[in-house]
């Protein structure tokens, strides 16, 4: 089979973004740099979005990658993301039964239901709710939390099985990692949304980008104006079918001679197998006689022609649009009454635990931005980092948050601004991370050991890093904790440490709004004793 | 063929039956904690403890060494050795909340040029410990010595250990290089200590155990001296450079350590400590848990019954 240049280039991007991105998620040890996903997760399409919202540097690269779906059509679904490529390597296993290979013929497009989950996605962007809807559909975030929360504890237990063999082999450089499994409703979202993908694409090649996936839909509508688009050359065509059984996206209309734009995901699969040079890019902005744009053109590229139908149609968007907007306004407000008055402490029930990086500014702007990608939690040295389920609310639904029954945030560590891709959580130099305050802890007397057994623990001064615990002389020689709120950073490292149960003796509530912690600076300590001779 | 975990096996099982009579007599009450319990009466040899002071890291060990009988009066050749360093917190040398990588470095080379068959060193961090491992220093010094630097946070290297002999510590998870190695060496660094008011010897021994949270909830004194009738370190050496005198055990910055250029070397894990606490200013009775091994007799914190050999260099 000749091999073509176009689609060698295509697996060979394909292979690089997927193997990166790979590894950025489930780097259990912290062997990537942070800039591996940080790079990598810059290229994809919805964090770009993001960062056009929020005016961040992604910007630049959303606007090239809108560039080049003009240019030459849906390059980003089969070589730079992630969840397509999984798609595509799923479809090659299912392949490699031979009994069972499976010839996907031309399929009409679901194009209502590609555009409402496009347009409802748009709404949703509209009425304030864009950080739900987008950590919901958007393919790379997904991408990330299936190998985040799926295959990286598996990949860890697996490597821990096999520490025993190579350290007994003098493989010293392997060792045991505490499997970073998140609980059952993290685990479950995933799971189901990756059976979901698994079935389709085995079943129906790239169905699932082409009907459910808004970046897809998206980027379709852009690529039916695209100034080169894949077409067939009817002179050069023997309709020996060879194209369309190599097409994933089902969307080679051999008959008409015609291919729709708006699905055609740019494999290159079909260029490859021509033998006849019959199928390749066209340049389509020449401009056309009125006579050349014949019937089955048309029919093809049925979105793009003008028709009452379809005006009514995209009417009829609007207008949901619109109302769905309201209606998630409304929704928002109903479950966050307070957020417009409310700079302070979130404090109510569950909400207190709801504990957004440092960097992220306040729990509003992180709801806003991060599209739950999860690439932070894969990166978090600690774990502290956790799928939230509804602690944030609903639509915080799998965004990280701060577990201190999991870890404590590492006061010398900055990682988790450093991967994000969407501004979420932004970059702190470390001096600024170490006095801002997202959270702030509360001290408990009367459930502390030392005043309850009467026995000395202070765990909780011992682990904090601002010494806004420290201790004071209290009965019978004892030390108690004595806590200094302007000096706490809400990191967690307390709560972490205090052994209290089942509710520990000190808790930090979060911050609805980051503030700045007061940096104590003390002189030079002095020795204890004089220290000229041995004091014993 | 004898183990060297059956020898372990039987020595305790000795030493249990011989102080079941002694622990018996003192401790039928409950009286083993309060401040009225006399000091036991000095029996057999005096232990040494060597004192050194203004000298370099590697200088006052080998002075410190040298006054015990050499490295090979502990490490014979063949043996396995396990180092125990603090390596608790996630932060650089000069900050003093580690042992300072450079005496970790050095007592592997002596143990490796004794004989011993291979060096350990881990703790149990406080801090994630692939970043403590890697900023303490001590993982890149200890391996560049020869080392075996070993995962402190792999739960299946420690094994649950009865400690027959504790008063309310009665069992824990031991990580099995202290359990299997042949000579057991503590190195900890000496700090202030907002709950204990200090740490030395005895209470690095809380990075050799996986549960020592409950410690917090059953009595942290009381749980540090069981330990020690479990498996006291042949060797204990004090890292008292420049000891963090405040906002221990963690520190904040630099400014909380004191230049001292100190160093203290003893087989009695008790009067080491108690040397150590005289240094921070402290009475070794204002201690409780150096108060408790006391009178439990697991060494002596009365330093006028002990052989204290002082050296000043320079």
């Known amino acids: ?536 | 063929m004898k183990t060297r975990r059956d020898f372990v096996r039987t020595s305790l099982a000795l030493g249990a039956t011989l102080s079941i009579a002694d622990v018996g007599g003192l401790f039928a009450a409950d009286a083993p904690t309060t401040a009225a319990s006399p000091s036991p009466e000095p029996t057999g040899p005096k232990p040494v403890l060597v004192a050194v002071r203004d000298g370099d890291r590697v200088a006052m060990l080998d002075k410190a060494l040298a006054e015990l009988g050499g490295i090979q009066a502990f490490v014979k050749p063949g043996q396995t050795v396990v180092i125990k360093p603090n390596i608790g917190w996630n932060s650089a040398p000069e900050r003093g909340a580690n042992t300072h990588p450079t005496i970790v470095a050095h007592l592997t080379t002596l143990c490796l040029s004794a004989g011993a068959k291979s060096v350990s060193v881990f703790d149990n961090t406080c801090d994630q410990w692939q970043e403590t491992y890697a900023n303490s220093g001590i993982e890149k010094a200890a391996k560049d010595a020869g080392a075996t630097v070993v995962n402190g946070k792999d739960e299946s290297l420690y094994r649950e250990t009865a400690i027959p002999n504790g008063i309310k510590l009665k069992s824990a998870k031991i990580h099995s290089l202290v359990l299997d190695s042949d000579v057991f060496i503590n190195v900890p660094v000496l700090k202030h200590h907002h709950a204990t008011q200090m740490t030395a010897s005895m209470k690095n021994l809380m990075g050799i155990v996986w549960d020592r949270g409950t410690w917090h909830r059953t009595d942290l004194h009381q749980c540090i001296a069981d330990l020690l009738t479990l498996r006291k370190p042949a060797l204990n050496i004090i890292d008292a450079y420049h000891p963090m005198v405040r906002n221990g055990p963690r520190g904040k910055t630099v400014d909380d350590v004191v230049e001292m250029r100190w160093l203290l070397a003893s087989p009695d894990i008790v009067a080491i400590d108690a040397a150590a606490a005289k240094l921070l200013n402290h009475q070794p009775s204002e201690i409780t848990h150096i108060k408790i091994a006391h009178e439990m007799k697991l060494g002596r914190m009365d330093l006028e019954n002990v052989d204290v050999r002082r050296h000043k260099l320079t």
């Open chain 1, 1 to 536: 089979m000749p091999r073509n240049p176009l689609k060698l280039t295509r697996v060979a991007v394909a292979v690089i973004f997927f193997t990166g991105l790979t590894i950025a998620f489930v780097d259990f040890r912290q062997f990537a740099p942070a800039r591996l996903g940080h790079v990598l997760a810059h290229t994809q399409f919805v964090p770009g979005l993001v960062n056009l919202m929020t005016g961040a540097v992604g910007t630049l690269v959303f606007v090239v990658g809108v560039i080049v779906a003009l240019a030459i059509g849906r390059i980003y679904c089969s070589a730079i993301c992630p969840l397509g490529i999984l798609q595509d390597i799923i479809t090659r296993i299912r392949n490699a039964f031979p009994a069972k290979k499976k010839f996907l013929p031309f399929a009409k497009p679901h194009t209502a239901l590609r555009q409402v989950f496009l347009w409802g996605t748009v709404a949703a962007i509209v009425a304030g709710w864009g950080g739900f809807a987008l950590a919901l559909l958007d393919p790379y975030s997904n991408f990330g939390r299936i190998v985040s929360t799926l295959a990286r504890p598996v990949l860890t237990t697996a490597n821990n099985s096999v520490v025993g063999l190579a350290n007994a082999a003098g493989i010293q450089n392997l060792y045991r990692v505490t499997p970073p499994w998140a609980g059952v409703g993290a685990l479950l979202l995933p799971a189901i949304f990756l059976t979901v993908v698994a079935v389709m694409s085995a079943l129906r090649g790239r169905l699932y980008c082409n009907t459910v996936c808004p970046v897809g839909t998206a980027l379709g509508l852009i690529s039916r104006f695209a100034a080169f688009r894949i077409a067939i050359d009817k002179a050069a065509c023997t309709k020996c079918g060879d194209c369309l059984r190599n097409c994933k996206a089902q969307c080679i209309d051999l008959r008409a001679g015609t291919i729709d734009a708006s699905r055609c995901v740019a494999c290159y699969n079909c260029v490859g197998v021509c033998e006849h040079h019959g199928i390749g890019y066209r340049f389509h902005w020449k401009k056309q006689p009125a006579s050349a744009k014949s019937a089955p053109a048309a029919a093809a590229t049925n979105l793009t022609t003008t028709n009452p139908q379809r005006r009514a149609f995209l009417a009829s968007i609007a207008g949901g649009v619109a109302a769905s907007s309201v209606v998630l306004n409304r929704a928002r407000a109903a479950i966050s009454p307070d957020k417009a008055d409310t700079p302070a402490l979130v404090r109510s029930g569950e909400a207190s635990r709801a504990i957004c990086p440092p960097g992220s500014k306040s729990v509003d702007q992180f709801l806003d931005r991060c599209t739950s990608c999860h690439l932070c939690i894969s990166a978090c040295p600690t774990h502290v980092l956790q799928p939230a389920l509804f602690e944030y609310g609903l639509e915080g639904l799998l965004k990280p948050r701060l577990d201190y029954r999991s870890a404590y945030c590492l006061f010398e560590c900055t990682r988790c601004g450093e991967v994000c891709p969407d501004n979420a959580i932004g970059v702190l130099d470390l001096a600024a991370k170490q006095i801002t305050q997202i959270g702030v802890a509360d001290f408990h007397q009367s459930r502390c050991i030392v005043e309850v057994n009467g026995t000395d623990c202070a765990a909780c001064s011992e682990h904090c890093p601002t010494k806004a615990i420290t201790t004071k002389p209290f009965r019978d020689n004892l030390r108690l904790p004595s806590l200094d709120q302007s000096l706490c950073v809400g990191c967690g490292a307390c709560e972490y440490a205090c052994p209290v149960k089942p509710t520990k003796a000190i808790l930090v509530t979060g911050r609805s709004v980051h503030a700045q912690a007061v940096k104590l600076v003390e002189k030079k300590a002095t020795a204890p004793a004089a220290t000229n001779d041995f004091p014993f």
